[in-house]
């Protein structure tokens, strides 16, 4: 009978609707695990990073402390010569030499002071990413084992929700009803049929003419929205009107 037809028709759709909502949930299940994923990665990859920036540090500040060591030689040789100066010229060669070796070792002196303030930034940063990155990894397999617990509760619910659907199927005499549904479902969004209480469709909410609407109260037959083509089914059949 298509009266009970199309009531249990509209139960399988709503059911759909329900599947649909799980299944998208079940679907972004793997895409969230990615991320927690990649982000543990991306922590782990700071940490390499911030080692290789200190260890680049360390050695820039072996480099500038052995050029210092050199400079502050260079400038002890200096005082000595001056000690035995035998010409005027001689000794401007020596004031002159002094200067530049008294400006290296000030340069000198302040890029060691820049590598080591940098190299206590990067060893604290450095410490609070080891810190934190326990905590990190417990989260993120907790996190990953309570996805994977509602991936299978979702499939489960899904499970259960199908089979609801195919009891319900199997009370719908006209089973090309089921065929025409699904096909409309396919092409609109999931929704192949939908509840109206006036005369306006609930799938694309474009107004009914008059008489579409008269004929789905009357239920005696299928009918369609002319704009969408999705199935109507009156409100007052579902209240028992
Ligand atoms: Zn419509």
């Not at 299944?23 to 895409?31: A, D, G, I, Y």
């Not at 695990?33 to 820039?60: F, M, V």
């Not at 907790?142 to 009370?171: F, G, M, P, Q, S």
């Not at 006209?174 to 065929?179: A, C, G, Q, R, V």
Request: charged fraction near 40%; aromatic fraction near 4%.
């Amino acid at each position: 009978m298509l009266e009970s037809d199309l009531k249990y028709l509209y139960e399988i759709q709503k059911l759909d609707i329900e599947i649909d909502g799980l299944k998208e949930n079940l679907e972004s299940v793997p895409k969230r695990i990615k991320q927690l994923t990649l982000d543990l990665e991306k922590h782990k990859s700071s940490i390499e990073r911030e080692k290789n920036n200190i260890s680049e540090l360390n050695a820039k500040k072996k480099e500038s402390s052995k050029r210092l060591e050199n400079i502050i030689t260079g400038l002890k040789k200096n005082l000595n010569k001056g000690k035995s100066v035998t010409s005027g010229r001689e000794g401007e060669a020596l004031l002159n030499e002094k200067t530049h070796l008294e400006k290296d070792k000030a340069m000198y002196e302040d890029r060691l002071q820049e590598l080591d303030d940098s190299i206590k930034k990067g060893k604290l940063n450095l410490s609070n990413l080891e810190d934190s990155l326990g905590d990190v990894i417990k989260s993120t397999e907790e996190d990953i084992k309570l996805y994977n617990k509602k991936k299978k509760e979702l499939t489960k619910e899904i499970e259960i929700l199908d089979d609801k659907k195919k009891r319900i199927a199997v009370h719908i005499e006209d089973t090309t009803l089921i065929k025409k549904y699904e096909r409309i479902r396919l092409n609109r969004d999931g929704i192949g049929m939908v509840m109206i209480e006036k005369p306006i469709c609930g799938g694309c909410f474009v107004k009914l003419p008059y008489q579409l609407y008269s004929d789905v109260k009357l239920n005696e037959e299928i009918h369609y929205c002319e704009i969408c083509g999705r199935i109507l089914y009156w409100k007052g059949h579902i209240d028992g009107k």
